[in-house]
């Protein structure tokens, strides 16, 4: 019975075992969500935490991560509100081994982020694949859509078939730009870093 049990916790239901760390898992669990949520170096999670009197290194906040990350990520998915059902799409150029590809983002009209899809082109196919994973992964259609003034988004729309009413204005998509500022804010300090 127990071993039914076992294969049945799955993703989010699974606990995490913080067994063996000197660290409580509250202050373990801040530091991976705090090196993930924001644009931060290993190192400058460190000076964060020795601001607060807590003793730990850049090498351990980067186990942590890798070790903790994704059952934490999962947990705060999983419990997270429900999420809006203004869409907002928009995306950026960003060079990954000198090509050039495109990362798609869709918020809400909170700002929270719905998905992130990096693709190498920027046409309807890739618009059509970001819906479709969206679709997929919350169960529903948006009441809004909100977009720039790109036609794929239009085309996209027109073939998945969705009844949505969709919006297309540069200055209402500021959510979906304003999205975009942490990758931004990482690609020019690694700019500076390069030779």
Same mark, same amino acid.
């Given at each position: 019975m127990k071993r039914a049990t076992e294969h049945a916790e799955t993703g989010a239901d699974k606990p995490i075992s913080y067994g063996g760390h000197?660290?409580?898992?509250? #202050?373990? /669990?801040?530091?991976?969500?705090?090196?993930?949520?924001?644009?931060?170096?290993?190192?400058?999670v460190e000076e964060m935490l020795a601001a607060r009197g807590i003793e730990a290194s850049y090498e351990t906040v980067r186990r942590w991560?890798?070790?903790?990350? $994704?059952?934490?990520?999962?947990?705060i998915r999983v419990s997270a509100l429900a999420r809006g059902d203004n869409w907002h799409f928009d995306e950026v150029v960003v060079t990954i081994n000198g090509k050039k590809h495109w990362l798609w983002r869709a918020v809400d009209q909170h700002g929270a982020v719905l998905?992130?899809? #990096?693709? /190498?082109r920027r046409d309807k196919h890739a618009a059509k694949r970001l819906m479709r994973e969206l679709l997929k992964k919350h169960g529903r259609a948006p009441r809004d859509l909100i977009t720039d003034k790109l036609k794929s988004y239009a085309a996209a729309n027109k073939d998945l078939g969705l009844d949505v009413d969709h919006r297309q204005h540069k200055? $209402?998509?500021?959510?979906?730009?304003? /999205?975009?500022?942490?990758?931004r804010v990482r690609d020019l300090a690694l700019d500076r870093l390069s030779p």
């Open positions: 000197r660290f409580p898992p509250e #202050v373990i /669990s801040y530091v991976v969500w705090l090196y993930f949520r924001f644009p931060l170096s290993l190192r400058m991560s890798t070790k903790f990350g $994704l059952g934490i990520a999962r947990r998905d992130v899809l #990096v693709q /190498s200055g $209402l998509n500021n959510r979906a730009e304003n /999205s975009h500022q942490p990758t």
